[in-house]
């Protein structure tokens, strides 16, 4: 089992910058193989924001490149989510998410590639 639980969030101005973190606890949590974080606007789908694979390798989505930086301590038991230059449809409930199951680079974007979330924290920004 592995517990997730994200802090951070809250609102901010288009162009502001808001930081998120997620803390991994449980008798499973040394043996994730990625973790990422992902956001769900209502009415929409869950989607990947960021995510690293076994190796390390981090993917971003192309709507946050070069704003977001996702960042884990090492060994791995937290996990930050640095957000800048935010636009109003990044506003939506972000959660963090962990998987201890094979995830190749192909599948971290995916929802269904974890078995394990965090509560979720809102993030809101205004025009």
């Known amino acids: 089992q592995v517990q997730l639980v994200e802090h951070g969030g809250g609102s901010a101005p288009t162009g502001g910058s808001l930081r998120l973190s997620c803390v991994a606890s449980g008798s499973s949590s040394s043996n994730v193989n990625c973790m990422g974080w992902f956001r769900q606007a209502p009415g929409k789908e869950r989607e990947g924001v960021a995510a690293f694979d076994p190796t390390g390798y981090t993917t971003y989505a192309d709507s946050v490149k070069d704003r977001f930086i996702f960042a884990r301590s090492s060994p791995s038991d937290t996990l930050y989510l640095e957000m800048k230059n935010l636009k109003p449809e990044d506003s939506g409930m972000y959660f963090c998410?962990?998987?201890?199951?094979?995830?190749?680079?192909?599948?971290?974007?995916?929802?269904?590639?974890?078995?394990?979330w965090g509560q979720g924290t809102q993030i809101t920004v205004s025009s």
């Open positions: 998410a962990a998987a201890t199951r094979y995830c190749p680079l192909i599948a971290t974007m995916s929802p269904h590639s974890y078995a394990y």
